[in-house]
């Protein structure tokens, strides 16, 4: 059972360039999320998705899109990359239940922009 | 000020001793609470709940004051194998259809021989 899985794990971008970030998961989970780690700023959300075809913006959307065209995957695409979204990238899942469900964290994308 | 603070630390202990972290959350919509436990250069992995009536998983022990809007993680006879980020976490029901989670920026924890 692979859970989470993104791809890549590492990459080095230059400034407007564009890319996708990749995430799947085996879980048949319902909810799926982007997330940014910064130090000193914890985990911010990104964007995330309620089901296949949805998504919604978290609280830092801005420079990125997404989509969810089928339920295993959710898509992270920046579009002109910038110097401030160097981070580390991580998606999760959760399936639909109780709001005490936890969510599942894939290993992370660790992405600079030169 | 952040919606969930923790103490940055870091916590060095040594083996076997007892270690407690605090969190304080802002926000009285959140409803739901977590600990995660993050591994250097690793992803968040949930460590506990955190339950109303407080719980305890092993040497893990949790606890809730909502008049207070805080949280405790307890840990007992420490091992070296504990060293990490802890993560404290709420959820609030009412803000992004109940999945906004507010991450706090994590407590280290290094536990010496």
């Known amino acids: 059972n692979a859970g989470v899985t993104q791809t890549p794990k590492f990459r080095v971008l230059k400034t407007g360039q564009s890319m996708t970030l990749l995430c799947a998961q085996d879980?048949?989970?319902?909810?799926m999320y982007w997330y940014r780690q910064d130090p000193g700023m914890g985990l911010r959300l990104i964007h995330y998705?309620?089901?296949?075809?949805?998504?919604a913006k978290g609280e830092v959307p801005d420079g990125y899109n997404v989509s969810r065209l089928k339920k295993q995957n959710f898509l992270l695409g920046l579009e002109s990359a910038a110097p401030s979204q160097t981070s580390v990238y991580f998606c999760?899942?959760?399936?639909?239940?109780?709001?005490?469900?936890?969510?599942?964290f894939g290993d992370g994308t660790r992405l600079s922009i030169l | 000020r952040k919606e969930v603070e923790q103490d940055p630390g870091p916590f060095n202990v040594p083996e076997g001793a007892t270690v407690a972290f605090n969190c304080t959350y802002s926000?009285?919509?959140?409803?739901?609470f977590f600990w995660y436990r993050q591994d250097c250069r690793k992803e968040p992995k949930l460590l506990m709940s955190?339950?109303?009536s407080g719980n305890e998983d092993g040497r893990f022990t949790a606890q809730l004051n909502r008049a207070s809007q805080y949280i405790s993680l307890l840990i007992r006879d420490s091992k070296l194998s504990d060293s990490a980020t802890y993560l404290c976490?709420?959820?609030?029901?009412?803000?992004?259809?109940?999945?906004?989670?507010?991450f706090g920026t994590g407590t280290q924890l290094k536990v010496e021989l």
């Open positions: 999760a899942s959760r399936p639909q239940g109780g709001s005490n469900q936890p969510q599942h």
């Open positions: 879980m048949n989970h319902e909810y």
């Open positions: 998705s309620v089901g296949e075809g949805t998504t």
């Open positions: 926000n009285s919509a959140s409803q739901s």
């Open positions: 955190v339950y109303s």
């Open positions: 976490v709420a959820r609030d029901p009412l803000t992004g259809g109940g999945n906004k989670l507010t």
